[in-house]
Structure formats: structure tokens, C-alpha cells
């Protein structure tokens, strides 16, 4: 496609293209901070639509794998003044801990609520983040996140966890969408390239992060913001995605996969919990979706407000193999989505705090990549905090037909 002066005004901006061509591969992580110890090789790779310059390259593991860990729903900072909110958090970093020690994923997705924010203080509420990160810094996983609504508060904002988290933490690959995309308390819209090969020319996989706001205005307690991804994102998805083709086909062509994190489910999922069926959606079903449950339900008059970013979603982003959310902490199914043709999962609830019933436990999803292939199934599972696994489903282009 030809790109007008405007476009690609837009794009170097957003996109960081390096016209020149020629840069020196990603460097290495310091003092060999890489889960996987990968050597960054001294040659040259040209980082055409490179939004990570300066870190290194997230790539498939050498057995041509690649494993994510999803924790969802921490709920950091509940109750700080009895003995129960802080316990909640010292049980939530034992799962972290336990959890990146067995599993040792190549990626880890924080998939939103880290903080319970209305418990949080002006003056320290950003050091829970500190908290959260802590586990990934010792365990040298690379991660990025996104925000819930509990993490939009009077003393707590999307902004202000995410500049945490990036001075928190190298290995942080959160971003913030450019001015104007978003919405007020939704500024973490962003993707990240997973390369096959540390070399490769462009990625094999586009890992796709949105922000569904939610929560209320700093300070305020009587303005709630939207709970739905902005009308902003849909556009931003279709100039990204053109930008990410006609930079990358001008150097090789291929297909690439892609994968998707939300907090809040789409609102189109409401309906998907109708028609289960436990063998092709096991995992608990303990939630029933209603008002506040998916995207823009909390107010009758936003009903469907989420659906610009729905369809830009499913229309832009190709090879789209799922869309994963949390919030509602009694899901852990994964269904296809009929209207778009495309598979959803929930998470499974991941922290101590926030709400909970006897027997959900607490765990974590696996989603595992057998190969690089862009249209080939994944691996998908609960590991629960004891070790237990279940609801295994196996994510291709039969599933749920
Ligand atoms: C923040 O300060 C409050 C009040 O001093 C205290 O109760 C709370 O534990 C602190 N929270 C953190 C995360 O340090
Ligand atoms: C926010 O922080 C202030 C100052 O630390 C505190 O007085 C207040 O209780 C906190 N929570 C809310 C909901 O305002
Ligand atoms: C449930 O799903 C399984 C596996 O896809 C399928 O064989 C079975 O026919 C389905 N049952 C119903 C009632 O639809």
C-alpha cells in the first residue's frame, strides 16, 4: 500500500520506523538477565517498526516454543489497615514466586486489577507496583500488563501504574498508546513483536495489549469512566496494523499470529456464556455474566459501546488465534466467539485479594505456542497454585466448532 506524507508522519512517531535501516541487534539483557540466557549474536539486523529499540528482542524459546504465564487479578494493597489485606498480598507472591519457578515461561502477562485501588493511599499507592514486579525482576522474566478498573481510583491511576512499572522494571515492556488514543484512564493500548529467531527480520507473533478502563477519575467518587476499550483504539488498530504491513512486507513477507490481553471481556462474550458445553469449555463457570461483568454493562445507556473496538479488533488483526480477559474471578472458560469467529479465554483468578468463593483456589493460564507456525493451535490450561492442571483445551481452528 502507498502511504500518504500524514500517514507516515503518524507512524515514525508512533512506531519508532528507523529510516536508515541498518541498527545494531537489541542489546543483550544486563548481566545475563534473559530467562532463556539467549546470546544477542554481533551481527546486524535491520529493526524496521521496532517500538523497543533499546530492550531486547522477545523471542521463541531454542526448542522453537514459546510459553506464556498469565497471572490475573492480583488485587495488591486490599485492607491495609487489619492483618488480612497485607496476608493477602505475602499469599499472592508465594504463588508468583512458586508459579515462575516451575513453570518458567518465556513471557509473563499481568492481565489487570493488580491494585484494589480504592484501598490505596495518595502518597504510596504506586509502591504496590514495586511489590508486583518484584517477583519477575528476581525470576529475570520479561512481562508487560494490563490495567482493570480497580486500577483506576480517587488515589490510583492506569498513567501512574505503568510509569511505575517501567521504572520498576527493565524487563517491563508496557507501553502507553500515543496522545489522544485511549481515553481518559485508558492509556495502555500497545502490541509487542515476539520474534522466531533473535535475527529474524520481523516478528512471527504480535502479542496485542488493550485498555478497558473502568473505575473512576482521580480524586472523584461520583465520575465513573467508561468501563469500554475507546472508540480511538479502533483506528489506532487500523493505522497500526497497515504500518506494521507495509513496513514489514517491504522486507519479507509472511503470516503472523497474533494474541490478544483485555481486562474486562468484550461485551459480545455475555452471550457466549449461554450456549457452554463442559466438554468443549471446561473450567469453572461459577460467574454469571451480567451488568458490570463485560464491557460497557454498567451503565444501560453504554450498551455495545465496545463494539468499534470489537470490530476493528477482528477485522485489522489477522491470525488472531484468541482473546484473553479476567475481571469476572468465577470464569475460567474458553469458547469461540460466533459472531467474530474467534476464540475468547478467561483468565484464571491469580491474587489473594479481591473477591472469591470457597473451591475457585488461585492459579494461573498457560498458553503455550508448540511452534511458530501463524495459524497453528495452542496449548491453554489452569495450573492452579497446588499444581493441579486443568480445563486443558487445545486452541486451532476446530475448536468450538
Ligand atoms: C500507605 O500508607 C498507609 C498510611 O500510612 C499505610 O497504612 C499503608 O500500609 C501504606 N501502604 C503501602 C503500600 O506502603
Ligand atoms: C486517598 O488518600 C488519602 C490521603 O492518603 C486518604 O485520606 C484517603 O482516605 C484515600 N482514599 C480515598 C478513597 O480517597
Ligand atoms: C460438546 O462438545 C463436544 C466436543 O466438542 C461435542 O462432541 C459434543 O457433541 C458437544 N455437546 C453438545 C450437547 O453440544
Known amino acids: ?24 541487534a537489541s542489546p543483550s539483557l544486563p548481566r545475563s538477565a534473559s530467562s532463556r540466557q539467549v546470546e544477542f549474536p554481533a551481527v546486524d539486523v535491520p529493526s524496521h517498526i521496532n517500538p ?10 531454542s526448542s522453537g516454543t514459546f510459553k506464556l504465564t498469565v497471572f490475573s487479578d492480583l488485587h495488591y494493597g486490599e485492607n ?25 515461561p518465556d513471557y509473563v502477562v499481568l ?7 480504592e484501598d490505596t493511599f495518595r502518597e504510596n499507592s504506586t509502591t504496590l507496583i514495586d511489590r508486583i514486579v518484584a517477583p519477575l525482576n528476581e525470576a529475570k522474566i520479561p512481562f508487560s500488563s494490563t490495567y482493570g478498573n480497580h486500577d483506576n481510583e480517587a488515589n490510583i491511576t492506569h498513567l501512574e501504574e505503568i510509569r511505575r512499572e517501567q521504572l520498576d522494571s527493565y524487563l517491563s515492556y ?11 484512564g485508558g492509556e495502555g493500548n500497545y502490541w509487542v513483536p515476539v520474534y522466531e529467531k533473535v535475527t529474524d527480520l520481523t516478528p512471527a507473533l504480535i502479542l496485542w495489549f488493550f485498555d478497558s478502563r473502568g473505575g ?3 480524586g472523584s467518587t461520583s465520575a465513573p469512566l467508561p468501563d469500554w476499550v475507546d472508540d480511538s483504539v479502533a483506528g489506532w488498530i487500523e493505522r497500526e496494523t497497515a504500518a506494521m ?4 512486507d517491504s522486507i519479507e513477507r509472511r503470516e503472523r499470529g497474533a494474541l490478544a490481553f483485555v481486562h474486562i471481556p468484550p461485551h459480545a462474550i455475555e452471550n457466549v456464556q449461554k450456549t457452554l458445553n463442559s466438554t468443549a469449555n471446561p473450567g469453572l463457570n461459577a460467574d454469571t455474566l451480567s451488568q458490570g461483568s463485560t464491557q460497557a454493562t454498567t451503565d444501560p445507556s453504554s450498551a455495545g459501546k465496545d463494539q468499534p473496538f470489537w470490530d476493528a479488533l477482528n477485522a485489522n488483526v489477522k491470525n488472531l488465534h484468541a482473546v484473553i480477559s479476567g475481571h469476572d474471578h468465577g470464569d475460567e472458560w474458553c469458547a469461540r466467539e460466533p459472531t467474530k469467529d474467534v476464540i475468547f479465554c478467561f483468565d484464571k483468578h491469580s491474587g489473594y485479594g479481591g473477591y472469591s468463593s470457597p473451591g475457585w483456589g488461585h492459579g494461573v493460564r498457560n498458553i503455550v505456542f508448540p511452534s511458530a507456525d501463524p495459524i497453528g493451535g495452542l496449548e491453554s490450561w489452569i495450573l492452579l497454585e497446588d499444581g493441579e492442571t486443568t480445563a486443558r483445551v487445545t486452541l486451532d481452528g476446530n ?3
Open 399 to 401: 475448536y468450538g466448532r
Open 245 to 248: 504491513e507495509a513496513g514489514w
Open 80 to 104: 491495609p489497615w487489619d492483618d488480612w489485606g497485607p496476608q493477602q498480598d505475602v499469599n499472592s507472591k508465594r504463588l508468583m514466586r512458586g508459579v515462575l519457578a516451575t513453570e518458567k
Open 52 to 61: 523497543y529499540p533499546d530492550k531486547p528482542r522477545i523471542t521463541f524459546s
Open 216 to 218: 473512576w477519575s482521580p
Open 111 to 117: 492481565n489487570g486489577d493488580l491494585i484494589t485501588g
Open 174 to 184: 508496557t507501553r502507553t498508546a500515543p496522545p489522544g488514543i485511549g481515553g481518559e
Open 1 to 24: 500500500m502507498i502511504l500518504s506524507c500524514l500517514q507516515v508522519g503518524i507512524l515514525a512517531t508512533s512506531l519508532a520506523i528507523f529510516r536508515a535501516g541498518i541498527v545494531k
